[in-house]
């Protein structure tokens, strides 16, 4: 080695002792609300305390020292302080890269776990949970949901088939993304949109021996909460008072195969009984007056919770739902 020539420090060393000797540039005044501290930064400096230098710490991160070194640079001047110090052939850490650490590590491991929390995000905005009415979810909502889905194979669907009031209480409480809904809905604070209108049948078995005695008939009805009931009583208090009630049903079906083997009188959406009027074993019974049809006559309504997250494919139903009613008149 020719004189006065000093010999060549590894490249391991050189960048230790960058590490250490480099000194944090002085925050500017007010810029601290500016600073910035990265997860590169961040991963660097938890990666060369737990290895004990920065080649060690390049390798484990498949980076280059000179790129650790400068996030540690960076590190230290956002920070306001010096992390390591020279020890030898390693670095040793400061109070201040102590303290640090743990925190450090704490919200490094945090954002490990992101890739898999956007994997669930990204799930839970396949799914949706519906609500249907009675008389809206078997009638109305296979058809609905089958031509929906076909679009969007992956997308699950969750159907929830209740009366008004229990899907009402299930927006209210944020578990249903949204509710079609066949009553009233008085709840404040909900959205309600009107969806499409629906008429109310009232009906005898074929063969009745009274079918136009309906203020003296027994009934058999929906449960209370049902909004086919809820207009029902309405529209036929001004017509036969109170009703005699035989029986309450929540079932549709149940109820048309209780009015079929009895004589009782029944009431339901015309959808309901559409089937059974065709072929002859229901027969409709209800008054041709007009004043009754439109009070017999009621709106199906779309219902929401303003401060659930709406998703694309929940505004998508939205759109298929409003569209198929347009396709039907």
């Known amino acids: 080695m020719p004189s006065g020539t000093r010999p060549r420090m590894p490249a391991r060393d050189r960048a230790n002792t960058a590490a250490s000797r480099s000194k944090p540039a002085p925050a500017r005044e007010g810029a601290g609300a500016r600073t910035r501290v990265t997860l590169r930064q961040l991963e660097a400096f938890c990666t060369v305390a737990l290895t004990g230098s920065v080649s060690a710490g390049a390798q484990r991160l498949s980076r280059t020292q000179s790129a650790i070194s400068l996030a540690l640079q960076e590190l230290e001047s956002a920070l306001g302080a010096r992390l390591f110090e020279r020890a030898g052939r390693g670095l040793r850490q400061t109070d201040a890269a102590r303290r640090l650490l743990p925190k450090a590590i704490e919200l490094v491991e945090r954002a490990t776990e992101l890739p898999a929390i956007a994997g669930d995000l990204a799930a839970s905005a396949r799914h949706l949970a519906i609500g249907a009415s009675r008389t809206i979810g078997p009638f109305l909502m296979p058809e609905l949901l089958a031509e929906f889905t076909r679009r969007d194979p992956n997308l699950s669907i969750e159907l929830v088939i209740e009366n008004t009031g229990t899907l009402v209480a299930r927006i209210r409480d944020l578990t249903l993304d949204l509710a079609f809904i066949e009553g009233e809905v008085l709840?404040?604070?909900?959205?309600?949109?009107?969806?499409?209108?629906?008429?109310?049948?009232?009906?005898?078995?074929?063969?009745?021996?009274?079918?136009?005695?309906?203020?003296?008939?027994?009934?058999?009805?929906?449960?209370?909460?049902?909004?086919?009931?809820?207009?029902?009583?309405?529209?036929?208090?001004?017509?036969?008072?109170?009703?005699?009630?035989?029986?309450?049903?929540?079932?549709?079906?149940?109820?048309?195969?209780?009015?079929?083997?009895?004589?009782?009188?029944?009431?339901?959406?015309?959808?309901?009984?559409?089937?059974?009027?065709?072929?002859?074993?229901?027969?409709?019974?209800?008054?041709?007056?007009?004043?009754?049809?439109?009070?017999?006559?009621?709106?199906?309504?779309?219902?929401?919770?303003?401060?659930?997250?709406?998703?694309?494919?929940?505004?998508?139903?939205?759109?298929?739902?409003?569209?198929?009613?347009?396709?039907?008149?």
């Open 187 to 329: 709840e404040p604070g909900l959205s309600v949109q009107p969806w499409m209108n629906d008429e109310i049948c009232l009906f005898a078995r074929a063969g009745h021996p009274a079918p136009r005695a309906l203020a003296n008939g027994r009934w058999v009805l929906r449960e209370r909460g049902s909004g086919t009931r809820e207009t029902f009583l309405r529209a036929m208090q001004p017509l036969i008072g109170t009703p005699g009630i035989a029986m309450e049903v929540s079932d549709p079906l149940a109820l048309k195969r209780l009015v079929a083997a009895t004589d009782w009188f029944g009431c339901l959406s015309r959808m309901a009984v559409a089937g059974e009027l065709r072929d002859g074993t229901l027969r409709d019974v209800t008054p041709r007056t007009a004043g009754l049809r439109r009070a017999l006559t009621r709106s199906f309504w779309l219902v929401s919770h303003p401060q659930r997250y709406r998703s694309a494919a929940a505004d998508a139903l939205l759109a298929h739902a409003r569209a198929a009613t347009r396709a039907r008149r």
